[in-house]
Every structure is written in structure tokens, then in C-alpha cells.
């Protein structure tokens, strides 16, 4: 399995880790991950998985040896001006952040009052992960996603700001990824003609891409139109 076939879904990885025990730690769930068994080969089928992306989340951490959150916040949150964009949100700010769902009843990792989550990650994966994965637990603002928008139209700078990536990252990660032979469309990381790009609605063109949220979020970028549109 490489980096490619995480970022695609076709690693052959079921959905997600087993939830049915009590584990806790964000090494506990990538022990987890590296004892999962493949369903497929890689490439054989697309099936979405959020142990894929929480993986992509610890090489993140091996390669640059900060952990993803942190990466996250030097490396693209602060030069983008994303000032409201953060894992873990802290206390202070949870009056502006919109509940999810209600607390399982005897879920220790919602924390000791948290009867509905709010400032909390819904996933459950991701709350014993402590909030920070690849997969959720990013809270954020439509201003902040604006920003992080523009800088995709504009080829990985955002203005004259900044460049948090390069134009030939952006152009590879927003081009339909192999392989062909599958029916659903991804770029790397990104959604683009798959059974989850219902939001893209009718009016936006072959090229554009984006991704949707599990609590009904969405963010979509057509570089032809030189629009986005974000909901969340």
C-alpha cells in the first residue's frame, strides 16, 4: 500500500478501526490500523476509510516530526491567516461552535459533561485519538475556508501572501488520481466525481473538486469558474 492509494481510498481498508472494545490513545488506534487485514489489493476498489487518512496523519508526524496539529497550524493554518481554524478548541470559544450530536451514554471519551458535543469531534475514532486526527476533528470557520479556498485558486498562495504550496502540488492533487478503471473519480485527497460529491450540485464543471463532512459540512472549488463554495 503507498501514500497514493491511502490519499485515493483504494488501499483495500475497511471504513474504520474496530469500536466494539474499549481502546483508548491515538497509538492504540495506528497499532490498530497496522493490524488491519486488507478487504482488496490496492487499486481493486474504492472504499472509504478513515483509517486511511488518520494514517496519512501519523506519516505527517514521522516526516516532520511535529505532530499533525501542530504541523497544521505552522505550516498552513497561520500563514493563510486562519486564525479560527483549529483541532482541540479550547473553552473559551465553544459559544460559537454548533453542536453535532448527542453523547453516547457511557462514551467516556466525550468528556466528564459533554451530554452534547460541542467543541468536542463527533468522530468517535477520533475523540480516543485525543482530537487529533487525519480523518476529523478540525473545527473551523466559512471565513477561514474562504481563505483556504483562495489559496487553491490560486495556485497554492493566497494573494500576495505566503505560498503554502506549489503550483505543481495543487495541480497534482486536483487531477483525477489512478486508476481509470474505477468508477468513482478522486484526486489526492480530494473528491471529484464519487458516490460522496453529491454538493458539487449541477452547475459545477469536470475539473472541480472538493470534499463533504460526515456532520453535513462541505467545501467545493471550480478553477474554471473561479468559484468555491462552502457550507458548512
Excluded at 143 to 152: I, K, Q
Excluded at 168 to 189: E, F, H, I, N, Q
Excluded at 212 to 231: C, E, M, N, R
Aim: with cysteine; hydrophobic share 40%.
Amino acid at each position: 500500500t503507498t501514500i497514493r492509494h491511502l490519499l485515493t481510498h483504494t488501499s483495500g481498508l475497511r471504513p474504520d478501526v474496530d469500536l466494539t472494545f474499549a481502546w483508548s490513545g491515538y497509538d492504540e488506534a495506528i497499532r490498530l490500523a497496522c493490524e488491519e487485514i486488507p478487504l482488496a489489493a490496492p487499486d481493486a476498489r474504492f472504499v472509504y476509510s478513515d483509517i486511511n487518512f488518520f494514517v496519512l496523519g501519523d506519516v505527517v508526524r514521522r516526516v516532520s516530526g511535529l505532530p499533525l496539529d501542530q504541523f497544521a497550524k505552522t505550516r498552513v493554518f497561520e500563514p493563510l491567516g486562519m486564525i479560527d481554524t483549529t483541532f482541540n478548541p479550547p473553552e473559551s470559544v465553544r459559544g460559537r461552535i454548533a453542536p453535532t450530536e448527542a453523547c453516547s451514554p457511557g462514551d467516556t471519551s466525550c468528556g466528564a459533561s459533554a451530554a452534547m458535543l460541542r467543541g468536542i469531534v463527533h468522530d468517535p475514532t477520533a475523540r480516543r485519538m485525543g482530537g487529533v486526527a487525519g480523518h476529523a476533528g478540525l473545527f473551523t470557520t466559512a471565513a477561514d475556508l474562504s481563505r483556504f479556498a483562495g489559496m487553491l485558486l490560486g495556485g497554492g498562495q493566497l494573494g500576495g501572501g505566503p505560498r503554502v504550496l506549489s503550483p505543481m502540488t495543487v495541480a497534482r492533487m486536483t487531477s483525477p488520481a489512478p486508476p481509470s478503471a474505477l468508477v468513482s473519480v478522486r484526486g489526492l485527497g480530494w473528491d471529484m466525481d464519487s458516490a460522496y460529491s453529491s454538493n458539487r450540485g449541477e452547475l459545477m464543471r469536470p475539473g472541480s473538486f472538493g470534499h463533504t463532512g460526515f456532520t453535513g459540512t462541505s467545501i467545493w472549488v471550480d478553477p474554471q469558474s473561479d468559484l468555491f463554495v462552502v457550507f458548512l
